[in-house]
Nanobody
Framework: QVQLVESGGGLVQAGDSLRLACDAS????????MGWFRQAPGKEREFVAG????????DYADSVKGRFTISRDNAKNTVYLQMNSLKPEDTAVYYC????????????????????WGQGTQVTVSS
């Protein structure tokens, strides 16, 4: 079993920055894709960013490109999401997800491809 625990959420003003962290524990895998998703009230959960185990491949939603950066520290089993220039529309619960059945290239943006999910951390951006 795998456990994912997010941290780093909070209430900030527009233009501020936050760094989310996702700590993974339990069974480890050598090949994986880690993703960040978010869900705003009344909306579907959407892909934000993803990274492959090698760290060399990342992908982002168009709405966050140039503002958010995903990275990973394999030694710590932690994935980060650095969020800069935050906007009110970034307000959502942010979820970390892991895909350990990687048979594709790149990063998947599909929720159904991820087998494990964290409980989420709230990010609120005030205007």
């Amino acid at each position: 079993q795998v456990q994912l625990v997010e941290s780093g959420g909070g209430l900030v003003q527009a233009g501020d920055s936050l760094r989310l962290a996702c700590d993974a524990s339990g069974r480890t895998f050598s090949r994986y894709v880690m993703g960040w998703f978010r869900q705003a009230p009344g909306k579907e959960r959407e892909f934000v960013a993803g990274i492959r185990w090698s760290g060399g491949t990342t992908d982002y939603a168009d709405s966050v490109k140039g503002r958010f950066t995903i990275s990973r520290d394999n030694a710590k089993n932690t994935v980060y999401l650095q969020m800069n220039s935050l906007k009110p529309e970034d307000t959502a619960v942010y979820y970390c997800a892991a895909d350990f059945d990687v048979f594709y290239s790149g990063v998947s943006k599909l929720r159904g491809m991820y087998q494990y999910w964290g409980q989420g951390t709230q990010v609120t951006v005030s205007s």
